[in-house]
């Protein structure tokens, strides 16, 4: 069973609050994602109708119903009960799971044709398992496509104030002040794509994305006109086995 020996999520406890908080991105004047992530990530992917696409780190399904909307045969999964409750509630033809996908996931092996992720790897404490879970279940020839917290932006941001200080945890403010106390955890960017290219995963693209000192962050972390990349898109492919590789696995 999908939800056996899951771990609790931060945002169990605060799933309302949580789906309040992110309602305002699917209003109308949002335009689908106020930080400029969605359109970058949804390039990335490509055309996805009729793909089977995991929605790694789903929590009240907001990628899961755009990706739906764009013709994917969707699964998402979360760790957290209550955000895949409210998940279901909102679209219950999507194929929602409770699990931790820090621990693998053996049957789903090779299954997705493309795995997305919407800041959630910053969110993970065992990130390492994380990444390697991911690279397993999506097929080969398959895309992975994260959209992330800059790791560098973390100083700037003051969730941490040495860059090097892997695995320090803190809160996120704005989370914070709206009732829901979840946490970041920082790791380099090395330090990720080691995970990702030890995983037997191949980098396509890496996209820093520009926040402003006017846009979304307090204006005394930078100076006027400051610039800095508080998200960042990772892109990924599963590399086919050449066909020696694979009549030997075949064969055993």
């Known amino acids: 069973m999908a939800g056996e020996n899951v771990e609790s999520s931060d945002y169990d406890a605060w ?40 929605d790694a780190g789903c929590g009240d399904g907001y990628l899961s119903r755009v990706l739906a909307r764009r013709g994917a045969r969707v699964t998402g999964i979360d760790l957290s009960p209550r955000l895949v409750g409210n998940a279901r509630a909102r679209d219950p033809d999507i194929d929602y799971r409770v699990a931790d996908l820090s621990k693998p996931q053996p049957a789903d092996a090779a299954r997705f044709d493309a795995v997305a992720s919407y800041l959630v790897l910053n969110d993970v404490r065992d990130y390492q398992g994380f990444i390697v879970t991911l690279a397993a279940v999506l097929r080969p020839g398959g895309r992975l496509v994260l959209g992330i917290n800059n790791p560098y932006g973390a100083v700037i941001r003051k969730h941490v104030a040495d860059y090097f200080d892997s695995g320090a945890k803190s809160p996120y403010r704005g ?40 846009s979304h962050e307090p204006a005394t972390l930078l100076p006027e006109g400051g610039r800095f990349p508080r998200h960042m898109l990772l892109a990924f492919t599963k590399p086919s086995p050449a066909p020696g590789e694979a009549r030997r696995a075949r064969d055993g």
């Open 15 to 54: 799933a309302d609050e949580y789906a309040r908080s992110t309602a305002w991105r699917e209003r109308p004047e949002a335009r689908g994602d106020p930080w400029g992530i969605l359109p970058g990530l949804l390039e990335l992917l490509g055309d996805v109708t009729g793909l089977s696409v995991l």
């Open 175 to 214: 989370l914070w002040e709206v009732g829901i106390r979840s946490y970041y955890y920082h790791r380099t960017l090395q330090e990720y794509l080691d995970a990702f290219l030890g995983s037997g995963l191949r980098l396509d693209r890496l996209i820093d994305l520009q926040a402003h000192s006017s």
